[in-house]
């Protein structure tokens, strides 16, 4: 660390992820304390409080001064982004197929051995800080076999979609599931669209903006929330 410096700059572009932060973190509490019982509670509490995790690591990264700093707060993001995908579609399936999981509570395991081998492979080998910008500070990225990643989260988030909006299909009009189901759905099309314009297209067509990972968590959380 350097003498004589603060460990943080002002960074405008923090309050996209940190303010998503606060408003995942405040649900996040409200289950906890308020119907941690229900069928969604722990699978949704779960999938909150690791998002909250990855929110405010990531706002941390785009505040640090130093490189030093943001790889501090680069492990516990990157293990939260790992963990992101198993727990969202613990969560779908939940919604989807609850009784299959009431009944077999040890395959929902399954969902994170994936996770935990990249966890594990992150833990062996080191982070790597991409060029500093404007938006971000510094963003903390593996430094090998990043397309494993993006190939899990991929398949995982695709799945969920695919189950969403076909179990929504066949389920009635009438029956409470249908009704949560169709927000679900719309929450999960709204916020894989905003993720892979900032995280995919945007970047693939060389164009500076900010991430709006935040944003597009929050959409999630606050539907489900409001469906469930």
């Given amino acids: 660390m350097r003498a004589g410096y603060t460990m943080y700059l002002y960074n405008p572009y923090a309050l996209v992820p940190g303010l998503s932060f606060l408003l995942v973190a405040a649900l996040g509490l409200y289950i906890a304390l308020e119907r941690p019982h229900t069928t969604t509670g722990y699978p949704f509490l779960r999938f909150v409080l690791i998002s909250a995790s990855a929110l405010l690591t990531m706002a941390m990264t785009w505040l640090s001064r130093w490189p030093e700093v943001a790889l501090l707060w680069g492990w516990p993001q990157n293990v939260a982004l790992f963990l992101m995908p198993a727990a969202f579609l613990h969560l779908i399936l939940v919604l989807t197929q609850g009784e299959m999981i009431s009944r077999w509570p040890r ?82 099309f709204v916020a894989f669209f905003i993720g892979a314009t900032s995280e995919v297209i945007l970047p693939l067509y060389r164009v500076v903006f900010p991430s709006l990972m935040g944003p597009a968590i929050a959409v999630f959380v606050v539907v489900t929330f409001y469906a469930s």
Avoid at 116 to 135: Q, S, V
């Fill in 107 to 188: 395959v929902a395991l399954l969902l994170y051995l994936p996770p935990l081998l990249l966890i594990g492979a992150l833990l062996l080998g080191r982070l790597r800080l991409e060029p500093r910008i404007t938006f971000y500070g510094y963003n903390v990225v593996p430094a090998g076999a990043r397309w494993l990643f993006a190939l899990y989260e991929a398949l995982y988030y695709l799945f969920a979609l695919i189950l969403s909006l076909s179990t929504w299909r066949r389920t009635s009009a009438g029956e409470v599931r249908h009704h949560q189901l169709r927000y679900v759905s719309l929450a999960l």
